[in-house]
């Protein structure tokens, strides 16, 4: 078991940054991935970026050169640093953890921009 704890979200502007911090509950060296999706009502969660074991990331188009994701192994956390955020990146912000064919997820920081 793999329990997620997210910390770091909250109000914004638009165009100011917001630093989220996942902290899992044993060592992160071994997990195939982490990542970090969001959700808004009456929408399907959506992926916003991604790390692999091998420290690959992934992102989605919308936040491209606006999000930065990384890991600090000797910590067991996993960062997202989110820069020039938009209204529309609004959302509940989930960190995510897949060890081998398990999927697990944290409980959700509300990130909100306003206009």
């Known amino acids: 078991q793999v329990q997620l704890v997210e910390s770091g979200g909250g109000l914004v502007q638009a165009g100011e940054s917001l630093r989220l911090s996942c902290a899992a509950s044993?060592?992160?060296?071994?997990?195939?991935?982490m990542g970090w999706y969001r959700q808004v009502p009456g929408k399907q969660r959506e992926l916003v970026a991604t790390?692999?074991?091998?420290?690959?990331?992934n992102y989605a188009d919308s936040v491209k050169g606006r999000f930065a994701i990384s890991r600090a192994i000797a910590n067991n956390t996993v960062a997202l640093q989110m820069d020039s955020l938009k209204p529309e990146d609004t959302a509940v912000y989930y960190c995510?953890?897949?060890?081998?064919?398990?999927?697990?997820w944290g409980q959700g920081t509300q990130v909100t921009v306003s206009s």
């Open positions: 790390i692999t074991i091998g420290g690959s990331t």
């Open positions: 995510h953890a897949r060890v081998y064919q398990n999927n697990y």
């Open positions: 044993r060592n992160i060296f071994s997990f195939n991935a």
